[in-house]
């Protein structure tokens, strides 16, 4: 986008540079200049916060590193060690710690914005699906991450979630001892979950490298969904969104700074101050928080389905519930984008919300009684929202008139 | 073509040992037999034991605890086996089960749940006084590991 840009080299090295690799071009094309719609609210501001936490997970991890084992006989200890000896590390390892947890709520935040105001649709189809499998990446980073300091839940979570491999057919057990490396959690497993713990978030941070080159071609959705229509519906990105993303990573810093000073363990369980022991299972294993919604899936599914037996069922749904998103696009049959025009889908999305909120509380729930009912009742209505309200809600839906332009509904008014 | 398929063959040579060194290396397999004594071991009691990296139950069952085993119809099983097939002869008492929960692998906590058996407190499966799956979202029984009794005190498993 090349157009948008006022650069001109001022001094000769900035020429000579330009000419040889114009990354000061570059830089002020798509970070200062770029044409961003004027009417983005602060849920475009969590794009910004993400690719901090990227930048604060890696700045941190990587400092852990220096202090960290990976051998089954000392990593607990390292972790304490880190905790306890090492200069700052109480706070470093907390940062990272808690760092995981807010990156999820961002995230979360940042893909519910996008199902709301359709950012999905297109021409941002290639935008949305890195999105989706960056997601899918941070949830392997964070899974991983969580069995490094080798407590029970440590142990228990990796024993779980490698065991949802066993459940596939024919192959399902050599794909087990293939990823685990034993025919238990054990020294290997953890070796290689910390070699990859380290690995992904590289990769991760490639994908926000083309999410963002995705972004760039077509530019930002924003609150009503209609296309930028002339240079009067945008602002340059500096300073307009430089300060407003800033001011709005300020603000998540806040919660994030207090969790980590105050109340650094609230978000994880007494049972992973416990060293891990494959003889011996804590009562109430339950994931982190950011993985309940799709844990209540995976349980919902108690039951054989024809030859489908309640095991792989639980996986089939489980992966279905995180691939689904890719079809996303192409699900979604309604040609208006945002969310604020149609009067019946905000029912459903909100509805949406909630049921994913209630996934997340049933996760933790016991598995017995009502739970079992209710998992059951809003795994239907996840999977009915995308294959049943996306494709058929707008055959019986009227949208409310588009404003004609940004400008117009930012002003309220028709433009002279 | 040639070219190509001559590549891809040898493309997949390289990648192989790549992928092959993730599986259990030498010395996790070397630990894949051992002998345990069940001397020390009273009836009612159970105990864990550690085979191949694996938690196995070794369970001294009680009459009692057989009978309600041999009790059960066929019918009422998810999976269905006889307290005979998941013993061996003569030595009806011993119980050897690999302590995994077939759902996605917690130890299930011994001499509980609805049925006398285990129960794991994972996902909430219930297995009976032979192992045997009777509610919950596991798919099987408990798995036998292969082991042999070598004198009525001594047995090896693997
Ligand atoms: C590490 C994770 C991520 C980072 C650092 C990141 C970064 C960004 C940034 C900087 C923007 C532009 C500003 C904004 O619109 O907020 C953006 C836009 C977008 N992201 Fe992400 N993102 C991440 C994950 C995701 C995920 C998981 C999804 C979808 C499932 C997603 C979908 C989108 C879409 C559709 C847009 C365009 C939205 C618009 O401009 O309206 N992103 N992302
Ligand atoms: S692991 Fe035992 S019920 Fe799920």
């Known amino acids: 986008m090349s157009e948008h840009s006022t650069y001109q080299p001022g001094t000769g090295v900035e020429k000579w540079l330009d000419e040889r690799l114009p990354v000061v071009r570059f830089a002020k094309e798509h970070l200062m200049d770029f044409p961003t719609p004027k009417n983005l609210n602060y849920f475009w501001t969590f794009g910004a916060i993400l690719a901090i936490m990227l930048v604060v997970q890696i700045v941190t991890g990587i400092i852990l590193a220096m202090h960290y084992t990976p051998n089954i006989a000392m990593a607990f200890n390292s972790v304490e060690h880190i905790r306890r000896d090492v200069n700052g590390g109480r706070i470093i390892q907390a940062t990272h710690a808690v760092g995981a947890s807010m990156f999820f709520a961002a995230l979360y935040i940042h893909m519910g914005r996008n199902l709301y105001f359709g950012s999905y649709k297109a021409p941002r189809e290639i935008l949305y699906i890195i999105g989706v499998l960056i997601f899918i990446l941070v949830m392997a980073t964070a899974f991983m991450g969580y069995v490094l300091p080798w407590g029970q839940m440590s142990f228990w979570a990796a024993t779980v979630i490698t065991n949802i491999f066993a459940a596939i057919p024919v192959v399902g057990n050599p794909i087990l001892e293939l990823l685990r490396g034993g025919f238990a959690v054990d020294n290997p497993t953890l070796n290689r979950f910390f070699s990859l713990h380290y690995l992904l978030p590289f990769v991760v941070a490639a994908l926000v490298a083309l999410h963002i080159w995705a972004l760039h071609v077509p530019g930002n959705n924003n609150p009503t969904g209609v296309d930028v229509k002339s240079s009067r519906d945008t602002v340059p990105f500096h300073p307009y969104y430089t300060m407003k993303d800033l001011f709005a990573i300020v603000v998540f810093a806040i919660p994030f700074a207090w969790f980590v000073f105050f109340i650094p363990d609230i978000l994880g369980h007494p049972d992973n101050y416990v060293m891990a022991n494959s003889q011996v299972t804590p009562a109430h294993i339950v994931p982190e928080w950011y993985f309940l919604p799709f844990y209540a899936i995976l349980r919902a599914i108690d039951f054989n389905i024809l030859f489908i037996d309640s095991r792989l069922g639980g996986v089939i749904f489980f992966a279905g519930s995180i691939v689904i998103l890719l079809f996303v696009p192409w699900l979604d049959r309604s040609p208006v984008r945002s969310g604020t025009f149609r009067p019946l889908f905000k029912w459903f999305y909100w509805l949406f919300i909630i049921n994913f909120l209630a996934l997340a509380y049933l996760g933790a729930a016991p598995a017995e009684g009502i739970y079992v009912v209710l998992a059951k009742i809003t795994t239907f209505y996840y999977f009915f929202y995308f294959l049943v309200v996306l494709p058929f809600l707008p055959m019986f839906e009227k949208p409310r008139p588009l404003p004609t332009s940004i400008s117009e509904s930012v002003l309220g008014k028709a433009l002279p | ?158």
């Open chain 2, 1 to 158: 073509m040639a070219t190509g398929a001559v590549g891809a063959v040898g493309a997949a040579a390289v990648a192989w040992p790549l992928i092959n060194q993730l599986n259990p290396d030498a010395s996790t397999l070397a630990l894949a037999s051992i002998e345990f004594n069940l001397t020390g071991i009273e009836e009612g009691q159970a105990v864990t034991i550690m085979w191949r990296g694996l938690p196995v139950f070794v369970r001294h069952r009680t009459p009692a605890e057989i009978e309600e085993a041999r009790a059960v119809p066929l019918a009422d099983l998810k999976d269905p086996e006889t307290d005979e097939q998941r013993t061996q002869e003569g030595h009806e008492q011993w119980l050897i089960m690999i302590a995994n929960c077939t759902h996605l692998g917690c130890v299930p906590v011994g001499q509980s749940g609805d049925f006398d058996g285990w129960f794991c407190p994972c996902h909430g499966s219930h297995y009976d006084t032979a192992g045997r799956i009777r509610k919950g979202p596991a798919p099987k029984n408990l798995v036998l590991p292969p082991y042999n009794f070598v004198s009525d005190t001594l047995v090896q498993i693997g």
